[in-house]
């Protein structure tokens, strides 16, 4: 690591000037993407020594070592011609940049040969002493001395430790995400025995609640989610994945074997249930459910995003960038990309509709859901049996003031139907309209009508069963019959005038019979394309929506009506027979669609009625009445939610590998349908070889990854915790610690905690535990103006760590501090 370590100048002489730490980075970030591997404007390239000294079609030389006035790189970046300055795009370099360019070539440029294989993070780290210090009474563990050293060094010294209440906020919200309970803060603060600090430690590493912590960063990693992705974006089962990751985080799992177990879990002998689980890290890749994708295009999608993310977990290496061609800065061909691809190019899942492998699983605990569903229905119950009580006046009421009101609904007959997707529509005698022949994956359908009608207020969307749609319907969707409506639109314009502009109407809010949940009425009018009416689970069932207009429409003499219905869900569905009717009733509390044997039995006087009549319209007008629709409809799903809960069986995503080898081949320029030579599973060659005597398989991978030769999985995991105790890593790109990457702060402190955690037997809980005991960690974040300008991100950790909270963390605390906080797992 001798080119990022600090250099010394000996007393009195300006500070020498590091190629690596201080002019690579700026070469590779403003000049490169014009004058590097890809392009040479003006024949002239600053990734290499030899080609930069060689200057471009100019013919001046670019570089005077010892002489920067007459270098033509110093000229062109301090030149005030817009013609001549450089770079030609972005911002100017700032003056620190170009006086680090100008005492580098007056220093000598030194241009150092650097072999990229012998780049620092690819040297195996060796143990460094531990440095001397003057304040030899600071230090509390090895850290603190590195930290120390180099404080020194810049002439600063460390801030006083924090006072025990921001200690203890700190290190809750570190270790558990949470804030310290006042009984719990009241507790540190009364105890003042020599290891009462050390006690919060160990009882915070032992919470269930550090588990579920640590597992949020290690699950936006392994990129988990709770669905597919893409469009359609589906929900997945694989949970028990992020169970188990929480679990084996707080057994404190070995980092080895947590990694063996997600990278090749089934591969192990005899594999566990638990083993198999464990492999839903690479089972986290976007699944394609859209019609008409090709089935391996998105296989090898996953297969490479499987690459990358286990270049970057583990390698903090940029892999990815050799897919097309060789790397430009790290020395990866694209051979090494698609040996390292071959490992993952042997497994049975596909690449769209992609579910299988899966394994059974227990189901979780489930007692605190039932009887939450149980509290809630008596509740519902409650409320239900309250509101029947005044259901008489209230149906009434409802009577009088439909009494006399005739004709409220009245229907279209409905023309010019058009599907942008190739559907057919039949006109039925009811004024209906059927859906036949192509069912669209995606669909605009559009209708018009003629009414006489003015001051119309509202529109009726009646989806109705018929025995040619899958399940009776009413919607297309094979499965079940359900329709997902994204949007309804209704535009008028006046009959006496063609020429007149078309007006889209505006509606103010939407009702319907009945919701799916998450899919209500209002969001058919929302004019939001991801949102939808659907009707699940009640399918071959008439339903309606109400729209209600913002403002009354209709034009003397007559209007047109347009009338758009929008499918963006995709997967087919579309409405498979509707009827569309208009009303001009300025009462929302009589709209709702009448029967017309209700509406002959409302016609008679009610002491006319028989008790059979009687109790039909009172049945009927419970579906009229808002509280009692909303109640019900609550008590079906609390129902069919603790059935559910009953009936599920569980699965999770796993990795399988094929009985039978696929070929892996290069993918010319990164297209998988160009292949090239063939490959075979295989590590790139600078760093060590795979395990000897073992198949070349996910499982030799994983151990080649957990073995101490190899020199970059402890470096970018010590690194990862050091980023996330002290808001930036010793390497602040901790996902690239390659050339491109920056330099660490601490090399050599990098180094002593990569060799730490596997002296430890890759133990998380030991290394998080000796970061949080550090009188570095224990500092307070206040600064003053001198150190704030000599360290001003607390690269050198002049003083504590002080950074945003992430939005989880932030929404658990204020939850836990309100007291709304449920702290069951799931």
């Not at 992705?229 to 994945?241: E, N, T």
Request: hydrophobic share 40%; proline share 8%; glycine share 6%.
């Amino acid at each position: 690591m001798a080119a990022a370590t600090e250099a010394d100048p000996g007393p009195g002489a300006p500070a020498r000037v590091d190629f690596r730490r201080d002019i690579e980075p700026i070469l590779v970030k403003r000049c490169t993407e014009c004058h590097g591997p890809d392009k040479q404007k003006s024949e002239l390239r600053l990734d290499n020594k030899q080609d930069a000294l060689k200057g471009g079609k100019s013919g001046q030389p670019l570089l005077v070592p010892g002489r920067s006035a007459e270098s033509l790189l110093v000229q062109r970046v301090i030149a005030n011609d817009p013609d001549q300055v450089m770079p030609a795009k972005g911002e100017r370099l700032r003056p620190e940049q170009i006086a680090l360019l100008k005492r580098w070539i007056d220093q000598g440029a030194v241009w150092p040969d650097v072999d990229p294989r012998q780049h620092w993070a690819y040297l195996r780290p060796i143990r460094p002493e531990q440095p001397s210090v003057r304040n030899r009474k600071w230090p509390r563990n090895p850290i603190d001395y590195f930290i120390l050293a180099r404080l020194e060094r810049e002439g600063l010294s460390p801030m006083p430790e924090a006072d025990r209440a921001t200690l203890m906020r700190r290190l809750s919200l570190d270790l558990t995400g949470l804030p310290p309970t006042p009984a719990e803060l009241d507790a540190f603060l009364r105890d003042r025995s020599p290891g009462a600090y050390e006690k919060q430690v160990e009882r915070l590493l032992a919470s269930p609640h550090y588990g579920e912590h640590l597992a949020r960063w290690w699950l936006d990693l392994a990129r988990y989610a709770d669905s597919n992705g893409y469009q359609v974006d589906l929900a997945r089962s694989i949970w028990p994945y992020r169970d188990w990751v929480i679990n084996a985080l707080n057994q404190n799992l070995p980092f080895d074997r947590f990694t063996i177990e997600q990278l090749a879990g089934d591969l192990l002998p005899q594999a566990t249930l638990a083993q198999r689980i464990a492999t839903g890290f690479h089972r986290n890749t976007k699944i394609n459910d859209e019609g008409g994708g090709d089935a391996e295009e998105y296989r090898t999608k996953a297969v490479k995003d499987r690459v990358a993310t286990t270049a970057t977990v583990w390698l903090g290496a940029t892999l990815a960038c050799a897919e097309c061609h060789s790397h430009k800065y790290d020395p990866y061909s694209q051979e090494d990309y698609y040996r390292f691809y071959a490992f993952f190019n042997n497994t049975t899942d596909g690449g769209n509709f992609s579910v299988e492998p899966t394994v059974a699983v227990p189901a979780p605990p489930l007692q605190s859901r039932v009887a939450y569903l149980r509290a809630r229905l008596a509740e519902v119950q409650a409320d239900l049996a309250a509101a029947e009580a005044s259901l008489p006046a209230e149906q009434a009421a409802w009577e009088q003031r439909l009494a006399g009101k005739t004709n409220i609904w009245v229907p279209l007959q409905l023309t010019n139907a058009v599907s942008t997707g190739g559907a057919s529509f039949t006109n039925l005698p009811d004024l209906s309209i059927l859906a036949t022949g192509v069912n669209p994956i995606y669909d605009t359908c559009t209708f018009e009508a003629v009414t006489d009608r003015g001051g119309i207020t509202a529109v009726l969307l009646e989806v109705l069963p018929d025995p040619s749609l899958p399940k009776n319907g009413p919607g297309r969707w094979g499965q079940t019959g359900n329709f997902i409506l994204d949007e309804m639109a209704v535009s008028a314009r006046p009959l006496a005038d063609q020429s007149a502009a078309v007006t889209n109407l505006v509606f103010s809010r939407a009702v319907a019979d009945w919701e799916q949940d998450y899919y209500r009425a209002e969001h058919a009018v929302d004019r939001n394309p991801k949102t939808g009416w659907a009707i699940g689970p009640k399918f071959g069932q008439p339903h309606h929506l109400i729209a209600e207009l913002k403002a009354p429409a209709g034009f003397v003499g007559g209007t047109r009506l347009g009338f758009r219905f929008d499918y963006y869900h995709g997967n087919s569905h579309t409405i498979g027979r509707l009827r569309l009717s208009v009303s001009t009733e300025s009462d929302p509390s009589i709209r709702w669609p009448v029967p017309a044997d209700i509406t002959r039995l409302l016609e008679r006087p009610v002491a006319e009625r028989t008790a059979e009549q009687t109790k039909a319209l009172a049945a009927f007008y419970r579906t009229v009445s808002p509280r009692i629709r909303r109640l019900e409809r609550e008590i079906f799903r609390l129902n069919q939610r603790e059935a559910e809960l009953a009936a599920a069986r569980y699965t999770t995503l796993v990795m399988q590998e094929r009985t039978e080898p696929r070929e892996t081949y290069i993918h010319v320029r990164g297209n998988f349908l160009e292949k090239g030579k063939v490959v075979f599973p295989g590590v790139p060659e600078f760093l060590p070889p795979l395990p000897a005597g073992e198949p070349p398989n996910r499982l030799a991978l994983a151990r080649w990854l957990m073995n101490p030769a190899n020199p970059l999985p402890a470096r970018v995991t010590v690194n990862r915790l050091w980023e996330r105790f002290f808001g930036t890593g010793i390497v602040k790109t901790s996902e690239d610690l390659g050339r491109q990457g920056e330099l660490p702060s601490h090399p050599e402190l990098l180094d002593w905690l990569a060799t730490e955690f596997i002296r430890s037997g890759w133990d998380l809980k030991a290394m998080q535990r000796l970061l949080v005991l550090s009188a570095t960690y224990r500092q307070s974040a206040a600064t003053e103006a001198t150190r704030l300008a000599k360290d001003p991100y607390n690269r050198l950790l002049s003083r504590g760590p002080r950074f945003r909270l992430d939005a989880e963390t932030i929404r658990d605390q204020a939850l836990a501090v309100s007291g709304l906080l449920n702290a069951e797992l799931g």
